[in-house]
């Protein structure tokens, strides 16, 4: 009986894929247009995931372990008709998008497709993976196995597609970076939990307080993690960086020096207080000591491999991590001077001192105020040898120099309103240290930053006026050309297969320059490039 | 970047935002708390906690009215004492003492939900911060609300006073 169901469904999928065969195959060479192939691809990549889940779910009910099935006969009905009907969708719409990238291979569909199947299935490979080892070091044995086995063949399989016909489009790496991410974060997670475990031991045999270390999930996290991570992010990469991977390596090198430096400060905040303010006794004034180790640690790692990524860079994608950080830190250094201010100058402190809270603000606003003199000068020195203001520093200067005036403006309102209130109703009505604290700080910083935007802005030569031009681009990776025109430029890419045809960063500026603003094709392969000036007539622009 | 003569020393900026933080670090270690006149409800609050502070606990239970203090002493509130303290008057939401203090005024005022409460009663918000951990949440904070009345030329704390020990005592 069981095994004519099986015939009986296969039929069905036979069936099925046969009429969507018949009914699209006589249009299917017609179709070149890209929005036509990417519904292609978002239907596969439906398919796949929904197949892909059902068949997860159908191995898990077949190979329970020690895990409960409430009700394995709806399981595995839920699951076959899953399966009955994405089949052969997945068959069909993979064996028709194999033919198409042959003749299209620079589809953004199939960059598409491949960055949602990495996110799905190397998510679901991870969390399978990391349930099965934090299962199998605590001893117990479950149905976890099934899921790892399913998503690792799903991830392997689009792992050869790939090496058989690469995405080209712009977007291309997005799949690995995207894979990238998931390594990453499993890793630094796994490794803050494991670092925080044995930093945790460490105070508990000098004393501190004993707790609950639970290494597996943490262990099993870093044993998954790890490797992915190396195999998307550490292996070499096929080209110049393009925009995903520059902006994926800017925002974690951001993050993860913003958490170090965090960390860092925790640590010398909860010294200080100790030296100087009255604490608890060491062993619970340093109860959290081991997380900011951790943090740090692991955030000061992940800031070093990335940080050295943006040494190759273009300048641009350091001066955003430098502003970034800048930012960060002057945001930081004036919250904590209002709060350090408006707590020694509040009248409202009836009983004891407030030393904790004082130590904790001061520390806190020294290394807030550091790290943005630091990283702002930094950044500017980077600028000396440019000629214009780059556009990080356009955002830094006027971005956060407007956001800081207006909370100054705001402040200013509440100051002048309870001056107002104080002359006309009630003279001891309302406190105007917190608004006229807020409105010094906040001023002040936007004056500093909107001074050096307008000054800058007065001293940019004056802009070139340029007639919108064409320009199209044949090669195998543009890189990040497209930033590097002006705005008036209309680009167009198209992709060729030989590998040495990619886009420098120094080709890039010499491309600029010898296009000249002119309508042109430009043809980029191992011998450098080479520009002719296209011939178009004046509507079509 | 074209801009050549657009920054003072460098030295500048980190020297005075260092002697500005040490002006106010050195400020606000040094400065204790304010002195409240003992005649306010405000002075009577601080002087009940100050007491507690200072593990004065016959002298804080003795601002308490003595309708409300019955048979209690200082040994039943040292039983409830509180480890270390600050404590600020407002609400740690509000903007600080005197804005409380206008809204006591408001009290009684007709069309007011709080008009129940008699001309020479009211409420003092206090905001207590306790010790904790190290690390940046070393404080948490506890919303206090003290009433008192008036009687006889000064302000006692009635009810229930904060650390509430009063419901315990032997007796009541």
């Not at chain 1, 001893?139 to 991830?155: M, N, R, Y």
């Not at chain 1, 641009?316 to 945001?331: M, Q, R, S, T």
């Amino acid at each position: 009986m069981g095994l004519v169901a099986i015939l009986l469904l296969l039929a069905v999928v036979l069936a099925v894929v046969i009429v969507i065969q018949r009914s699209m195959g006589s249009k299917e060479e017609a179709a070149t247009a890209s929005g036509a192939d990417i519904v292609a691809y978002l239907v596969l990549a439906i398919a796949m995931g929904v197949a892909g889940f059902a068949l997860a779910n159908l191995a898990s009910t077949a190979f329970p372990g020690e895990t409960f099935i409430f009700d394995p006969a709806e399981e595995v009905a839920t699951s076959l008709s899953a399966l009955v009907v994405s089949v052969p969708f997945l068959v069909y719409f993979w064996r028709r998008q194999v033919r198409r990238r042959v003749t299209y291979p620079g589809s953004a569909g199939w960059t598409l497709y491949l960055s949602l199947a990495e996110l799905v299935f190397l998510t679901a490979f991870v969390i399978s993976t990391v349930s099965f080892l934090d299962s199998l070091i605590a001893g117990d044995v479950t149905s976890a196995w099934t899921g790892v086995i399913v998503f690792g063949a799903i991830v392997a399989f689009h792992e050869f597609a790939v090496k058989d016909t690469p995405p080209l489009s712009d977007a291309g790496e997005l799949r690995r970076v995207l894979g990238s991410a998931i390594g990453l974060i499993t890793t630094t997670v796994g490794l803050i939990g494991v670092l925080t475990g044995l930093f945790g031991l460490g105070l508990e045999a000098i004393g501190g307080d004993p707790r609950d270390l639970g290494f597996e999930p943490w262990l099993a996290m870093l044993v998954v993690g790890a490797p992915i991570w190396w195999y998307r992010w550490l292996r070499p990469w096929d080209s110049q960086p393009g925009l995903p991977k520059l902006t994926w390596t800017v925002a974690v090198a951001t993050v993860s020096l913003a958490v170090s430096l965090g960390a860092a400060t925790s640590i010398v905040v909860m010294v200080s207080q100790y030296l100087v303010a009255d604490t608890p006794p060491a062993g619970q004034h340093f109860d959290s000591l081991h997380v900011a180790l951790s943090l740090f640690l692991a955030g000061i790692g992940v800031w070093f491999v990335h940080r050295r990524e943006l040494r190759t860079a273009p300048t641009d994608a350091y001066l955003v991590y430098a502003y970034a950080i800048a930012a960060i830190g002057l945001v930081t250094a004036i919250s904590m001077a209002i709060a350090l201010t408006i707590t020694t100058f509040s009248e409202t402190l009836i009983v004891g001192r407030s030393g904790t809270d004082v130590v904790t603000f001061a520390v806190v606003l020294v290394a807030g105020a550091a790290t943005w003199l630091v990283l702002e000068r930094r950044a500017t020195n980077k600028e000396v040898a440019d000629t214009r203001v780059s556009w990080p520093r356009r955002l830094y200067t006027l971005g956060l120099g407007a956001v800081l005036g207006l909370i100054a403006a705001g402040a200013l309102i509440t100051t002048i309103f309870v001056l107002l209130r104080r002359v006309l109703a009630d003279s001891q009505s309302g406190s105007l240290l917190e608004p006229s604290t807020v409105l010094v700080y906040t001023g002040l910083a936007s004056f500093y930053l909107l001074r050096f935007y307008a000054v800058e802005r007065a001293a940019a030569p004056p802009a070139d006026v340029v007639a919108p031009f064409h320009v199209t681009i044949i090669c195998s990776h543009p890189g990040m050309i497209a930033s590097r025109f002006p705005s008036q430029a209309k680009l167009r890419v198209l992709h060729h297969d030989d590998a040495a045809g990619a886009i420098t960063e120094e080709m890039a500026a010499a491309i600029v320059e010898a296009v000249g603003n002119r309508p042109s094709y430009v043809w980029v392969d191992g011998d450098g490039f080479r520009i002719a000036p296209m011939r178009m007539s004046t509507n079509s622009l | 970047m074209t801009t050549t003569e657009r920054r003072a020393p460098g030295w500048l900026l980190p020297v005075a935002l260092g002697l500005v933080l040490v002006a106010l670090v050195t400020i606000a270690l040094t400065r204790g708390p304010v002195d409240l006149d003992p005649d306010t409800p405000e002075g009577t609050v601080q002087e009940y906690l100050l007491a507690i502070s200072d593990e004065r606990w016959d002298d804080a239970v003795a601002v308490i009215h003595d309708d409300w203090r019955g048979t209690c002493d200082g040994f039943d509130l040292q039983s409830f004492a509180p480890g270390d303290f600050s404590a600020e008057l407002g609400s740690s939401g509000g903007f600080g003492g005197s804005e409380l203090r206008e809204e006591f005024g408001a009290i009684g005022e007709p069309g007011s939900a709080e008009a129940t409460i008699p001309e020479n009663a009211t409420r003092v918000e206090v905001t207590i911060n306790h010790q904790n951990d190290g690390g940046f949440s070393n404080t948490w904070h506890e919303n206090v609300t003290f009433e008192l009345s008036f009687d006889g030329d000064f302000w006692w704390i009635v009810g229930d006073p904060w650390p509430y020990f009063i419901f315990s005592c032997p007796g009541r």
